[in-house]
């Protein structure tokens, strides 16, 4: 059974920066394409940004784009998420996961990471 545990976030000021981790356990990733992803209060789960199975290619929500970066260590089975610019929209609780066709998450989701952005 394939457990995803997401770590790294925090509070943080409008403009600053956080890098989220997601661990794998399980099963290795490597040759899994995975995505990011959040949910904000009283919102739908959406798509944030997702990188293909050896970090060749990525993909990324408009709102996010120039702003974050998806990428990940094979020999860890870990994928990350730079955070910079930070803005308040970007408060959510944000979670990890193996993605296939039009990034569709595969897995039950975990636990996530709450990224609280103040103004």
């Known amino acids: 059974q394939v457990q995803l545990v997401e770590s790294g976030g925090g509070l943080v000021q409008a403009g600053g920066s956080l890098r989220l981790s997601c661990a794998a356990s399980?099963?290795?990733?490597?040759?899994?394409?995975m995505g990011w992803f959040r949910q904000a209060p009283g919102k739908e789960r959406t798509f944030v940004a997702a990188?293909?199975?050896?970090?060749?290619?990525?993909t990324y929500a408009d709102s996010v784009k120039g702003r974050f970066t998806i990428s990940r260590d094979n020999t860890k089975n870990t994928v990350y998420l730079q955070m910079d610019i930070l803005r308040p929209e970007d408060t959510a609780v944000y979670y990890c996961?193996?993605?296939?066709?039009?990034?569709?998450?595969?897995?039950?989701w975990g636990q996530g990471t709450q990224v609280t952005v103040s103004s």
């Open positions: 990188i293909n199975w050896n970090g060749g290619s990525t």
């Open positions: 399980g099963r290795t990733l490597s040759s899994d394409a």
């Open positions: 996961n193996r993605v296939v066709g039009q990034n569709t998450a595969v897995y039950s």
